[in-house]
């Protein structure tokens, strides 16, 4: 599997930004998907994720209420819908990809990794 993430850009606090992870090779929609970001100086932090059966999704504490992400299957898509973002949301965003049974909050359960965009939110 083949990631790709953008979307990313400049925002105004309060604003709004669509993240989108596009993928090619294998079936997608048999694969978990999460985002997952890393601001500068810091670790890369777990943000949300979306199971491949149910859709059931999974947000970070410091995201959950503004951010929503979802998958369209059939466009081998998935998207991290950004609102009320924080001059703290400022990262690199990457979506990560997963088959096997481990957490969805750990970057070690991913097997695929897209490449980043970049969201910079200004105060």
């Known amino acids: 599997v083949q990631l790709q993430a953008f979307g990313g850009g400049l925002v105004q606090a309060g604003g709004s930004l669509r993240l989108s992870c596009a993928a090619s090779g294998r079936t997608f929609s048999r694969y978990a998907t999460g985002w997952f970001r890393q601001a500068p100086g810091k670790e890369r932090e777990f943000v949300a994720a979306i199971s491949w059966i149910g859709g059931i999704t999974y947000y970070a504490d410091s995201v959950k209420g503004r951010f929503t992400i979802s998958r369209d299957n059939a466009k081998n898509t998935v998207y991290l819908q950004m609102n009320s973002l924080k001059p703290e949301d400022t990262a690199v965003y990457y979506c990560?990809?997963?088959?096997?049974?481990?957490?969805?909050?750990?970057?070690?359960?991913?097997?695929?990794w897209g490449q980043g965009t970049l969201v910079t939110v200004s105060s």
């Open positions: 990560a990809a997963k088959q096997g049974s481990g957490s969805y909050y750990s970057a070690d359960s991913y097997d695929y």
